[in-house]
Nanobody
Framework: QVQLVESGGGLVQPGGSLRLSCTASGFEYLFANFDMSWYRQAPGKERELVADIWSVGGRTMYTDSVKGRFSISRDNAKNTMYLQMDSLKPEDTAVYYC????????????????WGQGTQVTVSS
């Protein structure tokens, strides 16, 4: 059974920092084979991609609103992905979700679409 478990959310003042973690288990392929992403969804808004990190080469991508403030990383030995969030703003308030997929093996892309349960991040004074 595949599980993605997020942790690290909470209440923080504007300008503060949080570090989110997403630990995976039950994958058919190695964690290292998966592209991993963080999404977020604010009340009344659509879910949006915040950042992702590729399985091959570890290339990273960020949505414009978090560039220079957020940093995505992964530790394949621990089956864990991280999102370091600095200089947090009230508009960063949302439920943050971990996503896994697709995976890559022997030059093939394998379609997977796994989600975590989400962790609440609230930025408020």
């Amino acid at each position: 059974q595949v599980q993605l478990v997020e942790s690290g959310g909470g209440l923080v003042q504007p300008g503060g920092s949080l570090r989110l973690s997403c630990t995976a288990s039950g994958f058919e392929y190695l964690f290292a084979n998966f592209d991993m992403s963080w999404y977020r969804q604010a009340p009344g808004k659509e879910r949006e991609l915040v950042a992702d990190i590729w399985s091959v080469g570890g290339r990273t991508m960020y949505t414009d609103s978090v560039k220079g403030r957020f940093s995505i990383s992964r530790d394949n030995a621990k089956n864990t992905m991280y999102l370091q969030m600095d200089s947090l703003k009230p508009e960063d308030t949302a439920v943050y979700y971990c996503h896994a997929g697709p995976a890559y093996s022997q030059g093939r892309e394998i379609r997977y679409d796994y989600w975590g349960q989400g962790t609440q991040v609230t930025v408020s004074s």
